[in-house]
C-alpha cells in the first residue's frame, strides 16, 4: 500500500485542477517529472484489416503509408493484434507466400497470412518502429476454456513456443547491431523482440479463460521465451477493464492474482482501455491509481496496448466510416487528452492506439474514392504529438475548465519546450502560461500552431507587426494565450540565444 500512497499524493500535486469553463484559466510549468522516449507511442497493429488495406499480394507494404509512420520513429507495433492473437498459428506465415495456409479468422473464415512474420519484421524495421508481439495461448481444438490449463493443451502451446522462439533466432537476430542512439530497428540491422504478450483478452468472450488457467498457461509460454532469449520482458494481460457492473466485481480480484502468480518472470503488464463511454478522467485513473495500488514492486510498468475512443455507436453492429469527419475529429482530441493525462504517470511505459488499420475504433488510414491514401484525424493528431512529447515530462500545475488538458514536455536535447493543450469546449479560452524561475531564465516564446478540424498538421498562426501571434500576448513572467474551440495547441518555447 505505501507505493499506491505515494503515488496517489504525487499524482495529486501533477493534475491542473478544474475551474469553470471561460475563467481565466492558468498553469505554471517547473521540475521535471519523467522521461518519456518514442516508444510511449505505438500501434496495435490487427494483421488482416492491414493486410486487406495497405498490404499488396507479395505482401510489400504501401510506400506512402511506411513515409508517414516514419514520424513515428521508436514506436512499437503490437502483431498480430488483438482479437486475432488469440488463435494464430505462426507457422502458417512463414515460407513462400504461395505455399502459406490459410489462417483461422476469429470470424471463422481462411484468410491466407501475406503479412507474415517475414514481412511484419521487415515492415517494422522500413518505418524505424520496434516489434512487439501478442503469443497465442491456444493449445487446439478441443482447448477451450479452463481445458486449455489441462496437461496436454499446455504441452501442445509451449512447444508451439519452443518452435517459434527457434525461428525466431534463426530469422530474425542476425544482422548488423542497432547503433545506441537508434530509437527504432532499421533495415540490414538485427532486430530483437523485447517485449512477449501472453494472449490478449483472455479473461472474456465466448471461452473465457479463469485467472488460475491464465497463469498455469502464461508461466508454461514464459518459460519457453526465456529459454531462447533470457532477456526478454515477458508482458501478462491484466483483465479487461470493467466497464460492466458484473465484471468491476472481479476485476481487482483478478489483477492482483495474476500480479501474484507472474512476478517471478514478469515486471511488465498490458492492460486496455477505451473512453468517453467512461472519461477520460476516469480512463487515467483506472490505469493510474487503482493499477499502481495493485503493483508490487516501485519499478514494475504498465502498458496500454489497446486504446482509443469509442464511438457514439457500436461500429461492430452499425455502419462506422472514418470519413465522418466531426466524428473523427472528436476522436482526435479523445486520444490526445487521453495521452496527455496518461504521460503524467511513472508506472505507464507507453500506450498502443487501437488500430492501424480495421474497421474499428479507431484506424489511422483509409483510401478514398479514387484509391488516394488518407490519414485520418485520429492519425494526424498523433503525428502532432509525436513530435511535441518525447523527452521530458515537466510538471504542470494550475487550474483549468474540466474539458480542457495541459501538459508541458521537454524536448531530448534540451533545446525546446511545447506546452500541449487539449480544448473541448465549445468555446474559446484564455489560458495563462507561467514558467518557473529556472525555465524562465533559459526559455523564450517562440510560436504557437492549432490542429483544429479538417487540418492535417498543427497549423501555425501568422505574426502581428509586433512579431507575436495575434492569439498570444506576454504577461508579466509568462504568456496569455487563447485557445481555439476543440482544437489541439501546441505552445513552443526556445532556448535563449
Known sequence: MKLYWILLISLAMLRPITVPANDLAWVSIGEPVRALDSGFFGFNLEWIPFQLSAVDPQGRVSAELIERLRVFEGAYYRYPGGT????????????AVEFREGQISPWGSRIRNVFGLSEYFEFVRAVRGRPWYVLSLHGGADCIGDRAADAECV????????????????NQIEGRPQPASAAGCSLGASCPVMYWELGNETDHGKSPLSKEAYVVISRAVAGEVKEVFPQASMVPHMATSPWGAIRSKTYRSYNVFVI????????????????????????????????AAMLRRSDDSIWVTEHGKWPDRDPYKHSFSVKDGPTNHEAALSNADFLLKLSRLPHVRGAMAHALAGKGPWPMFFHDEKGALRTTAVFDALSVLRKSMVGTVLSTKGEVPEKMEVQAYMSS???????????????VQTLTVQLNQGLQGRFLFSSVCNFMDGDGDCVGESKSALG????VRQVGNGIESLQPARSIRVIEFVVKS
Do not use: C
Open 155 to 170: 504441452s501442445s502451446v509451449a512447444r508451439s513456443t519452443r518452435n517459434l522462439m527457434q525461428w525466431v533466432l534463426l
Open 468 to 471: 507575436w501571434p495575434n492569439s
Open 84 to 95: 486475432v492473437s488469440n488463435k494464430f498459428d505462426w507457422r502458417k506465415s512463414i515460407g
Open 413 to 427: 536535447d534540451e533545446s525546446k519546450l511545447f506546452v500541449v493543450v487539449v480544448n473541448r469546449l465549445d468555446g
Open 260 to 291: 501474484d502468480e507472474t512476478d517471478q518472470y514478469a515486471s511488465d503488464y498490458a492492460y486496455h482501455i477505451y473512453y468517453d463511454g467512461i472519461s477520460t478522467r476516469r480512463a487515467s485513473a483506472l490505469v493510474g491509481d487503482e493499477l
